[in-house]
């Protein structure tokens, strides 16, 4: 059985940092992990579910505009976790955050992050 686990939402002032993870479970999505692309959405309140960024399994990285500079995808494929560090947050990036696997349409269960102003 596939399990995407986000951890490491919460609330921050504008201007703070959060580092979230996903950690993969199943042994057979174990074992492809290392080559799958694997990514992070977010959705707020009233709005459509959006990609924030996304990485290969190579490492190649892209992001949605609005977070580039300040946001970093990462993974560690030997710990099958995937991360996104969040810098100079600001009220506009409060959402449910998601871990998503792209070749499996895998998701987790989502952690909320709140900023405030």
């Known amino acids: 059985q596939v399990q995407l686990v986000e951890s490491g939402g919460g609330s921050v002032q504008a201007g703070g940092s959060l580092r979230l993870s996903c950690a993969v479970s199943?042994?057979?999505?174990?074992?492809?992990?290392?080559?799958?692309?694997m990514a992070w959405y977010r959705q707020a309140r009233g709005k459509q579910r959006e990609l924030v960024a996304r990485i290969t399994g190579g490492g190649s990285r892209n992001y949605a505009d609005s977070v580039k500079d300040r946001f970093t995808i990462s993974r560690d494929n030997a710990k099958k976790t995937v991360y996104l560090q969040m810098n100079s947050l600001q009220p506009e990036d409060t959402a449910v955050y998601y871990c998503?696997?792209?070749?499996?349409?895998?998701w987790g269960q989502g952690t909320q992050v709140t900023v405030s102003s």
């Open positions: 199943g042994s057979l999505f174990r074992s492809i992990f290392n080559i799958n692309t």
């Open positions: 998503n696997n792209v070749e499996g349409n895998y």
